[in-house]
């Protein structure tokens, strides 16, 4: 490729190379039902890149021990590999220190991690913002708090566009305002949050802001510091990384006033009968053997998309997207969810007189994998009227073929319900 090829206004830049990006996934040579794969639910869980499979390999093949206070050759090598994950991270995001950085065993937990420290600071009356396009994962935690402490849930309506209300988020703040818990992209209609807005609000208000970034993180750079948040979360696995792994980053400050989130080994400093004094962070929050083979997947998958050009990726991403929507204009069968500017390269939609099960089962045919149901976002189908959706989310292995491939699979598909 020569020269930028343009679609609907983006440009797949001669910067990024996607078929040498593919030949680093060996899964994308599957074929499906006798056609080639065409994988569109990186939202749900990404596929992993030979780095972050080798990486894994070579520990438990090499070098594979428990972490910290080990003294043998084994555990030093593996406690190295596993803190060098932590580094990664940290220069990833643009934290202050490694220390600043939490390994979870995914966004979900590190959400939990917070709420449950956070919680025993709150009492009845509290306010927790938060909003109707929120995954689960940053709703269960904040209602176990609305159950068992009696704080107040707030919630940011969306607009139709499928974007967070700034006008309604900051009317909703106010003096009981103790946390606001909302997500930087969201995992159905893509659409990203003016963080900065948020933030700045809420700290005027006294309050404290948690991002879910599982999905922005993937698709954006980000610098935490920049974005003044007290804490991100993101999941490895949507990052090109395993399962099993996530990461709580959280201002030196606000880690050093929570309380332990579990109890057991590592996150102590002294024990006895009668006395329990804590480690710093982040060791406070990692009780007992960590997610070892996870990290060193994370830190090599991270280490692996720091070697690509990320606004080239974003660019190429969004043409994807663009084509993918170029080739459903004036279908009047089909509902797209979210259509805000800027929005992320996730297309969610819903196809007359079908449910988006069986959509997903007739694309599926023809070797096109797309999520469905209601991606664990139960408010936000119900202010789309919605039972549940189907889901094509694009990542920087796809390719315009593809996004074409499934353009077409959908037209074959909608004569199963005419």
């Known amino acids: 490729m020569n020269a930028p090829v343009i679609v609907s206004g983006s440009p797949v830049t001669p910067a990024f190379d996607v078929a040498a990006v593919r030949e680093q996934f060996p899964i994308l040579k599957r074929e499906i039902n006798g056609k080639p794969l065409v994988y569109l639910d990186s939202a749900a869980s990404a596929q992993k890149p ?48 490694r220390e600043a950085i939490v390994f979870t065993k995914g966004a979900t937990e590190a959400i939990n991690l917070v709420a449950a420290s956070i919680g025993l600071t709150l009492n009845a009356g509290d306010e927790i913002v938060v909003s109707e396009m929120e ?138 009968q009668d006395l329990i004094t804590y480690a710093d962070p982040p060791h406070r929050f990692e009780a007992g053997t960590p997610p070892i083979l996870e990290a060193i997947g994370l830190g090599a998958a991270i280490d692996w998309l720091e070697t690509l050009d990320r606004e080239a990726v974003e660019a190429h991403e969004q043409a994807l997207y663009d084509r993918a929507v170029a080739g459903l204009e004036g279908v009047d069968w089909l509902r797209m969810l979210g259509t805000a500017p800027g929005k992320g390269a996730i297309l969610a939609f819903t196809v007359e007189g079908a449910h988006a099960h069986d959509v997903a089962q007739i694309l599926d045919r023809y070797g096109v994998a797309v999520r469905a149901g209601t991606h664990c976002a139960e408010p936000l189908m119900r202010r789309f009227g919605v039972s549940s959706s189907a889901r094509a989310s694009f990542a920087l292995y796809n390719t315009l073929e593809e996004a074409d491939a499934f353009v077409d699979a959908l037209l074959k598909a909608k004569s199963f319900f005419s």
Not at 57 to 63: A, L, P, Q, R, V
Not at 71 to 94: G, P, Q
Not at 166 to 176: C, E, F, W
């Open 135 to 272: 995954h689960h994962a940053n709703l269960v935690p904040w209602h176990f708090l609305r159950e068992r402490k009696g704080v107040v849930l707030r919630f940011v309506p969306v607009t139709d566009e499928g974007a967070l209300d700034l006008d309604a988020y900051r009317a909703l703040l106010g003096p009981k305002t103790r946390v606001v818990a909302l997500t930087h992209m969201s995992n159905v209609t893509g659409s990203i949050t003016d963080v900065r807005a948020v933030v700045e609000a809420a700290h005027a208000a006294g309050a404290i802001v948690l991002l879910d970034g599982a999905q922005a993180v993937v698709h954006r750079p980000i610098d935490v510091q920049a974005l003044g948040c007290d804490f991100y979360v993101f999941s490895g696995h949507k990052l090109y990384g395993p399962t099993g792994i996530g990461v709580l980053y959280g201002k030196p400050e606000r880690l050093a006033s929570l309380a332990p989130y579990q109890g057991g080994g590592e996150m102590i400093g002294v024990v006895s």
């Open 50 to 97: 030979r780095a972050v499979i080798d990486a894994m390999i070579h520990s438990m093949e090499h070098s594979y021990s428990n972490v910290h206070r080990g003294l043998h050759t084994l555990a030093n090598e593996t406690t190295d590999a596993f803190e060098k994950a932590r580094e990664s991270v940290a220069r990833f995001i643009h934290a202050e220190n």
